[in-house]
């Protein structure tokens, strides 16, 4: 059974800085994709960033490009986010997420099987 555990959320002043991570379990993952995505009060999930386990590529959705970094630690099954110049606009829960199947859009939530609990981020202006 996958898991996915994600904790570093908080609350901190325009312009900080948070570290997310997220523990996977239950599976091997190198063959897939993972993903960060958020939620807003009252808005859809929202893509954020992605990575390729096997290859390290790496997507980022045109709000946080520049001020966000996934990366991943294969050898603790761990993906992080890193984002700074955080601003009000990024208050959410984040997310994340593993493909259900190797290869798919990275972008879209459909492609993805197994999720987190989610972690809340807000950023006070």
């Known amino acids: 059974q996958v898991q996915l555990v994600e904790s570093g959320g908080g609350l901190v002043q325009a312009g900080g800085s948070l570290r997310l991570s997220c523990a996977a379990s239950?599976?091997?993952?190198?063959?897939?994709?993972m993903g960060w995505f958020r939620q807003a009060p009252g808005k859809e999930r929202e893509f954020v960033a992605a990575i390729r386990w096997s290859g390290g590529s790496t997507d980022y959705a045109d709000s946080v490009k520049g001020r966000f970094t996934i990366s991943r630690d294969s050898a603790k099954n761990m993906m992080f986010l890193q984002m700074n110049s955080l601003n009000p606009e990024d208050t959410a829960v984040y997310y994340c997420?593993?493909?259900?199947?190797?290869?798919?859009?990275?972008?879209?939530?459909?492609?993805?099987?197994?999720w987190g609990q989610g972690t809340q981020v807000t950023i006070t202006a």
């Open positions: 239950g599976r091997t993952f190198s063959n897939y994709g």
């Open positions: 997420a593993v493909e259900r199947s190797s290869g798919g859009n990275l972008r879209e939530r459909i492609g993805y099987g197994y």
